[in-house]
């Protein structure tokens, strides 16, 4: 299984610097959370793991992202590559609305430029909804949009649709955060079971959920207008049981953030 090294990472939105030389390594079968208070870097560090920094006109960084040991930057390495082998499940569900169940769980294979058969497409869209937990409530309505499921089996949606492509990278940047507690249930669930295949980060604001879901955390600050760094990482259990930095106790024991 693949896994993901961010090697003193650094990030700037133009002349202003969100993170200082951050480094991590997200092993493959291992569900990784960010922690942290909003603002300290979290979501820009999951973006620049699969290349989504760069969107931004006055984005830019330093340092390395390596999967399975090759680098995500190098200049002979397609964009389109870096972002099948690592996908992206937003924190509000955005299907297509006016698409198809069906089209949106193939939607990325385009974006992608891969080619497949019918038959082909038929089984990754039945095996992604599989995965993602969704395929037995909608199997018999795979024609009708997705914009007209409730908001935990869209978000799931989102899920089927990125793993379509197969990537061997899942990033989630709070995927339960506009959902309620029983899709919240359903989505961790989905999460256990695909981290068997995929290496999986999440950036989450809810402590139990990080305890419930992840083996490894880490906790991300940026204090008195300085950049965010790493202030602590490691088991997540150990973590938040006996953390080595005060400041992670204090933000574990809701005590800030």
Known sequence: MSSLDARNISAWFGDHQVLDRVSLTMPGGVITSLIGPSGCGKSTFLRILNRMHELV????LAGEVLLDGQDMYDVGRRLTDARRQVGMVFQKPNPFP???IYDNVVAGLRLTGRRVSQQQKDWLVESSLTKAGLWNEVR???????GGLSGGQQQRLCIARSLAVQPRVLLMDEPCS?????????????MLELAREVTIVIVTHNMQQALRVSQQ???????????????EHGDTEAMFGAPQDPRTAAYVKGQFG
Not at 217 to 231: D, H, K, N, S, Y
């Open 57 to 60: 006109p006055s984005a830019s």
């Open 98 to 100: 006016a698409m198809s």
């Open 140 to 146: 018999d309505r795979l024609s009708a949009p997705g």
């Open 178 to 190: 506009a959902l309620d507690p029983t899709s919240t249930r359903v989505i961790e669930e989905t």
């Open 217 to 231: 955390c880490a906790f991300f600050l940026a204090e008195a207008r300085t950049p965010g760094v790493i202030v």
